[in-house]
């Protein structure tokens, strides 16, 4: 390829970075799609369990995109293809599909559907390099990335706000996860170079800049989120049960330590973790200091594992590994936890290296993790 054709390419790839989609859904289909749509993942730097809590949440989103292509097929049913399908699947509102993967799709067909749209049968290919399973919800970028992409070939009238409130719903009702906002939020809003403070209560929002000469590094640590639906759904029980306990409508409501001092142990240690994480999230964005801000990481991943109790070993391994690092300002666990990825806050200029020492020393330690963010390609 020439200079000229190669700088040609890069410019097209830097203006339309998943034109590759198209070509893929021509290849499954043998036409040319008539929409296509693109979403984040999004790694949240603090406020962890706490959106289902009406609290406050601070994600970013990271370069890693779902994207999904659609076209009207002439019936009345969908035809959904994806890598991790295999084969292509077909269901229909009335048919519902029985592949976990699928459900994602089709709960945001049947929301958009039951708000009174009239759906076409389409052909519909999904491709992603969001990680799954880790924690960096792939999710929720497939939720915003279908509703985005049925709102173009529709012209429906959904705000972001909107679209990232059926996500949830397609999340909750069709996936069967009690999940909070903060993901399907954070995907349809959020931007890689600032963080997305959000209250989960009236969703208010607003962009902060990440800590000056700061760069996020996301690791997976191999561990297997084999307990997260349950036990996710059980901590949002927890917190539900010491909110009652309380006689307050959601643990946002608590405004004083003291308040919870007096309840059993088990929801008070829930509480605490709630009413410290969403401090931590407020202090964090009025805070200067990039090292104030990762204090804030690791106390949050303190809490996480102590008072939440939803971290596990090997997180805590890779954590620590992280935070003795001298280029890393802060690390704790992302995401629900009970497996999955850490977020480390680096020194910009120190996160290749922080990730080599770091994944070299838990391999030594016996176990694989991978780097997940900065994104390799
Ligand atoms: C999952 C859920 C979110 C949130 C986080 C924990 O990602 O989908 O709503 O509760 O866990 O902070």
Redesign the pocket.
Known sequence: MSHVALEAEVAAKAEHPRSGCAHDFEQVFHVLPHAEAHAPGRV?LLG?????NDGFVLPVAIPQQTRVAMARNGGSTFRLHAAELGSAVEFSFEDPPTEHFASYVFGCLRLVHEEGVDIPGLDIHVASDVPMGV?L?SSAALEVATLRCLRELLGLQLDDVRIAQLAQQAEIQDAG?R?????QMASSLAATDRALLLDTRSLERRMVPLPEGSAVLVLDSGVARSLATSG?NQRRAECEEAARLLGVESLRDVDHLEYIENLPELPRKRARHVFTENRRVLQAVDCRDPKAFGELMNASHASLRDDYEVSTPELDLLVDLLQRQPGVLGARLT??GFGGACVALCKREAVQQVARTVLAQYREAGHQGRLLVPATD
């Open positions: 949240n962890e369990h706490t959106d289902y924690g919800s996860v999940c909070g906002i903060m993901d996710y995401g629900a």
